[in-house]
């Protein structure tokens, strides 16, 4: 009953940027730890930023000081701002959050978004 939708992807240029949205709808629940994967055909899926329900953050190391993750606990919204994008973003990237509902915690995931960074 729980799901997250996400929206934002697209193509832009290297230097570019882009904000990547997720939205948790459903019966009441709770959002807790909430993160950004990438994935690839040529690589695993990689994490790449992570906020607490507090808000506390956490990034991989290759996107350090250029993405940003944010949510709005108010409007069930999770956020990823990608600025000075590189061709080595592309990827499909996924939201994926721990929620609880009815008494019981489950981890789910969006449907994910395609970024191409390309000139």
């Known amino acids: 009953q729980v799901q997250l939708v996400e929206s934002g992807g697209g193509l832009v240029q290297p230097g570019g940027s882009l904000r990547l949205s997720c939205a948790a709808s459903?019966?009441?629940?709770?959002?807790?730890?909430i993160k950004w994967y990438r994935q690839t055909p040529e690589k695993q899926r990689e994490l790449v930023a992570l906020i607490s329900r507090a808000g506390s953050t956490n990034y991989a190391d290759s996107v350090k000081g250029r993405f940003t993750i944010s949510r709005d606990n108010a409007k069930n919204m999770v956020y990823l701002q990608m600025n000075n994008l590189k061709p080595e973003d592309t990827a499909v990237y996924y939201c994926?959050?721990?929620?609880?509902?009815?008494?019981?915690?489950?981890?789910?995931w969006g449907q994910g978004t395609q970024v191409t960074v390309s000139s």
């Open positions: 994926n959050a721990d929620i609880e509902s009815l008494g019981r915690l489950r981890n789910y």
């Open positions: 459903g019966i009441t629940f709770s959002v807790y730890t």
